[in-house]
């Protein structure tokens, strides 16, 4: 488990912060002091974890880059998540006004902005243009999937606009291009990092304790599920069924289900279910309709896709190269109609989306907050020479952590977990629902 | 245009509210005052609507039943709609507190909680139960559409039952159905009257002036379609499309389009379009991806059904007897797919859906009043022995409308009207996309 | 009771709507039909409401000003009100597309920006600056009181700018103001109209059923109430006072009361109470605090204010000449402190004073929406010349208002009214609190 | 620094959960396994940190109580704080259904609840009383401060009722009362013990990474931040202030100024500051205000105690034995005015106390997961016989935190820390405000 960061070597520069913010004298953060990876007394750890432990983020007193000749860039890639905004406020703020850096470009649409093909122009961002972004949804750059078949082409667009550090705020996909960038930036010697904020309304990236905007998406997926709940009771077997974000990892379902208890069947990617049978989603669902005469659903994108024979191995996959889940929601919806029809049981099914709506919210106020230091922990990192990292909570501290382990593996939900189980006890649902 | 109100005939018992409320003496309403359906000085008007006029809603002196011995019955019926729990407290709290009416049935399920085949028994309310049932979006007494084919066999459960007072929350088919159930208690000779409050989320009954919930409906939506023009900026060429309630008449689509002003494309049920052709939407919509590289469309669900080739003779119709509509969302959006595709045009597409959601929202504090008015009216009404009427407001006031005016015909959007023309502007789409 | 609109005679102009915008031919209004002020059949009317009828709002086909050659001007004056923003954004847009006047003033301050020796600059307002606005609460042209010594002075400013309609957003001083503006510039025989909309939070202007922002305040005002209800519940005989708007008319605290009925106890201006004596309000408070243990009091600004020997005649004025009202609220949560104090028994008092809260939100959707028409009205009204007026919603009817009617008198709860029953019956507190 | 929890020896019943709940086997907590305090490797630490660990919070596989014969009680001390009713509700579901313990007593208004002299009986808590409350603000327990007096007397009560587990949840001077009645509690050799739920919606406890609530807290702070920037902006010469709470630590107003960035100028208890004076807030403010002409202060309610010649070691002192601090909103709000009145500039002033409405919230999705987990682990710990501990998070992991060791110290803002940087930097305000 390799922890070391990359970095562009002189760190000869000293840091505008020390004549401008003196009473910041002792918050300046050392390369010599690391957090330990695992924190337990006690505890008996696998060989590879051993003494591993992160370097922190924060501002150095030494930088790399002289601010005043400095290009940064910034991207956004994949699918809308909350606080996208705010990041990008966060590092052109710092950037312009603690740093001096002045000359800052917005990527359009992902990394096809950086695609000569496509003719898309980079944005100047100034603190003007950016002040009150982080009221509003989305992100003003504009994003895409994709775009990431051509490394050397993308950085040769970086090398033509001067390009010193390039932010990268995105997915799995965006960080594995990311760390392409920033090998194909060191093989040329070229003067250039690459600091990734990473972005996964899934939180499941590994490492990184949270990620942003997830707390403000399934505090909206909350609501979905209230409705989904008010739906199933005015209506005679009245059954809600909410589909919900989470293509490997169920968090958003399962945290959104233990917020609000309305929830009585969750489904989730890291727990096989099986949907006929005397143990099945379908008994245990009749049991709770004839009951109770109503229920609730709430199942991850990506559970369930074993059902749904999907061929994982020669399956489509879209512009990012994220395998294309078939929908598990309307699937369900049709297999629950098909199974109470069978049973001459009228039931009345509400299915809800709320995907776009949860994704396009701005960020509450946590995760404002929390995409503001991301920003600031960011440009830290870049101004002082560092590369092929990303910005990471762990243990509640700000660490950097290489692009190369925090997409060595996914973030998922243990079933044997104390936290599995909390939501297991929110809905009330057995703990196994396959056939034995 | 006969706007007679029908009533049991003796009215000899004094109101409780006399000695009660001496206050209130001044607020009896008389059954000679009428309020004018037309009230312009100067217009030409149709000979039926020459000197019609309404009754007036409220308290009256003397009434027809003896409230101890009254027995009061509440039924919700057909999709739900923010403010129905509101409409029922209003009801119970009125029935037990003002007038002493302490028998309150809750029938189950719609119409079909009177069909003794089903089962379902009726909840006794009382002021306890529904306390603070006006929090919460949906209808504690759960709802359904249908069961209006043997009216008869409702009639002799309501017998059996010995219900004096039947109050119906519900839209047409309810209606229809209250207006049957109160004919045939009349020509039974039942001492029993029927009450409509009408309920349509989509403001589309005529001679009434504005449906309760309908303002909470548009105000949800209006959050909706942002989530929309957030995602198609979020993407290169994004398209947003939002599928909004209104299978008539597109006033929820036209008050949400109005309010937030980010709708690029209204389509609605009164207003014909054609999608090809150089007038038609796509080449409207081309027009518009070409040079802002984003649009969002706003559907009523109603809108463009000639284009689905729905046979509206003889189209499937649902248990309320309404017509199944096609799902002009999806259609838009595979038809838009399929346009773009061809067009060789990138476009990103994201449908949102968000009626569920819209519907099972708590009434807003101004729809929460406006129920609370429409129930004590109701009450007002029944007490006073009227029969086969439902509360309408009108010129602001509220007043009886028998149920057969009020399902007459629908009110619709005006395409000729300065309302439609201010949601143009507020689109800035063509006033026409029809071809020649 | 004149309903005579003023205006400056000549309407030779075609309304630029004729060739624009066909589908709007029927749209236009005429003068000559009016809408009647009492609607009622069968009822006696004074003699001066006898016949009485307010010329319609909106488009006139033919109009006075000459659109390229109009400068247009905007003012808001006195305290914030959700939706302000909605009206300069409504006239703006309405002034530059529709018609295509393109030189609109934005007066700084209130009457104050006209006032040369303040030496404010008047801002100039485009499509452009005002097409956002509306998300955000209060007024871009920032508002003040006073201003309104010396109105030939401001005229002279008005004429300097050579202003041709001059657009005033605010309550009873601003309009009286107006009223005096428009008077003089018919003296001098300036080519100059004045147009208001009537902006009052408390809904307390007659002729008007409803004014702009009223609804957003009252809703957000639900909000204190409700916590000053889990305070009351949360302490020992906890007692929760919410102090509202409402100087001299209770319509905000009585809906915000209406809308969900966690108030024990509400206090208006129309309605005088006693605080000691066997039937003050401390008596009841106290019966309430032994059986209940909690109690929420909601008190508008203007009640009680004989409590706190007030002179009327000789007390202290602002900038906008009102009466300078003593503090209700603080005056009853230190007099109900006395009162337990030398009853020996503890309550806990939490006083919440959320007016500032309350006017600064944003215009809800339907308040939204209301204040664009409002303004769509205003310029319809301006274009056609007419001036001295306010655009009033009467009968659910958008109207022209003489302002000389608006500000004869005030509207206020009327205590014999079902309304105050209602809020009387929502709350359980006694019809009367005064002492024989 | 002493990490080590008390117990009541003997565990020797196996937990429920090792049948019910298989799948759980690998989640139960050895008391073997302690997470280190600090977790920084190079880092030089203070002799009494080094080594210092604490014990984790969960689930043990063998525990001290047999459920059936367990008795159970719940008490809510101090303010309110949001996310109360959570954690009383997780607490009695962890009990009843986990682990079987039907008998779970609510203890009323506090501490004062176990006073005989105050005659309040306790509630019998259960799962129906329980399942929505999380739904709503406040607590349903009631609460209140002080009731410390005679420790004795309450721990007889709690012997009276036969009480094992005693839930505190409070801030503190309840957790001092509780350690005290834990250390009564074993000196008498009782078979009680007691865990304390940290309450501090101030966030100032140490060894506790974030006390629930907080983050409702702080993002309802952001509203009223953002209605005083809405004031000050309409008016000429604008100043907002809001006071928020904070008696010895800023966190709230330093986290809702980080989250919207409308606010000018913070005041901390954390940081001193001059009013008068060339470095002054007054003469900063007036820069602002002569170049802006609007500014928001925000402050906190303990901020500036030395300007208000407070005597903090005879001032008076509240029930909970807090010191009672002069309000210092109300005295800048006067000062300020006095300021600008001297200076003839005329300012318009907007005070706004939102702390009443910002208590009484609901949690929000985080804390509402929050205060179940909280909840979850204080059952756990309590079953196990441990006592004179609360629940804390720490290092992101949920821990045993002795009471003695969390109120030892308190947790504040470091001024010289890069957070207050942050919040520096989001205001623009000067890092020092004391002149030389």
Redesign the interface.
């Known amino acids: 488990m390799d922890c070391t960061i990359k970095n562009l070597g002189s760190c000869d520069i000293p840091s505008p912060f020390i004549d401008k ?1 003196p ?5 300046f953060i050392s390369d ?5 990876y695992r ?5 008996k750890l696998p060989p590879e974890e051993e003494g591993a ?1 992160f370097e ?1 983020a ?2 150095r007193r030494m930088i790399h880059f002289k601010p005043e000749e400095t290009v940064a860039a910034v991207v956004t890639c994949g699918g ?1 998540c909350p606080g996208l905004n705010d990041v990008i406020r966060s590092i052109v ?1 710092e950037c312009y ?2 740093y001096g850096v002045k000359k800052i470009l917005g990527i359009r ?1 992902g990394y ?1 902005g950086l695609n000569p093909a496509k003719g898309w122009e980079p944005v100047q961002l100034t603190p003007d243009l950016v002040e009150d972004i ?1 009221r ?4 003003i750059l ?3 999937r994709g775009g990431t078949d051509n490394m050397d082409l993308l950085v040769d667009t970086l090398e033509s606009w001067r390009v010193n550090i390039l932010f990268t705020i995105g997915g799995d996909g965006t960080l594995n291009g990311a760390h392409q960038i920033a090998g194909i930036a060191l093989k040329r010697g070229l003067d250039m990092v690459v600091v990734g904020v990473p972005k996964t309304i899934d939180n499941d990236i590994s490492y990184i ?1 949270r990620s942003f905007g997830f ?1 403000t998406a ?2 909206a997926a ?3 599920i ?3 709940h ?2 199933a ?4 077997n ?1 059954i ?1 069924i909410v589909k919900l974000m989470g293509r490997h990892s169920g968090f958003i379902a399962a ?2 289900s ?4 309305d929830v009585n069947f969750i489904l989730v990617p890291e727990v096989p279910f099986d949907l006929e049978g005397p143990n099945g989603l379908f008994a245990h669902l009749e049991k709770r309709i004839l009951s109770r005469h109503h229920a609730v659903i709430c199942v991850a994108e990506g559970a369930g896709q074993d059902l749904l024979n999907s061929d994982h191995e020669g399956g489509e996959r879209d512009r990012s190269g994220n395998l294309v889940l078939k929908d598990i929601g309307i699937y369900l919806k049709d297999k629950i109609k098909d199974y109470f029809r069978q049973r001459d049981l009228e039931v ?1 099914i ?5 995907s ?2 949860i ?3 701005p960020a ?3 995760d ?2 929390f995409c ?2 991301l920003g ?1 922990y960011a440009v830290h990192a870049g101004m002082a020479g560092k590369t092929d990292l990303v910005i990471g909570q762990w ?3 700000y660490a950097h952590v290489p692009i190369e382990l925090a997409v060595s593996k996914r973030k998922r939900i243990n ?4 936290f599995w ?2 939501v297991l ?2 809905t009330g649902q057995p ?2 629902m396959k056939n034995p």
Not at 32 to 36: E, H, L, P, V, Y
Not at 258 to 261: H, P, Q, S
Not at 415 to 418: I, L
């Open positions: 913010f009473h910041l004298d002792k918050a010599t002091i690391k957090m330990r924190i337990f007394l006690g505890e432990a922190l924060g501002q809308l703020m006004y603690q649409y096809n982080h509003d949804g989305g992100t504009s994003s895409s304790q707390q399934f505090s909350v609501d979905a209230y409705s989904a008010v739906e009771k005015g209506a005679p009245g809600g945290n959104a233990l917020a609000m208890n009345n509400k299915y809800i989306d709320p776009y709506i994704r396009s919210q509450c106020a946590e404002s907050i503001a230091l600031q243990n509640n501290i079933p044997e977990s104390q189980h909390n006890q929110a703990a196994n």
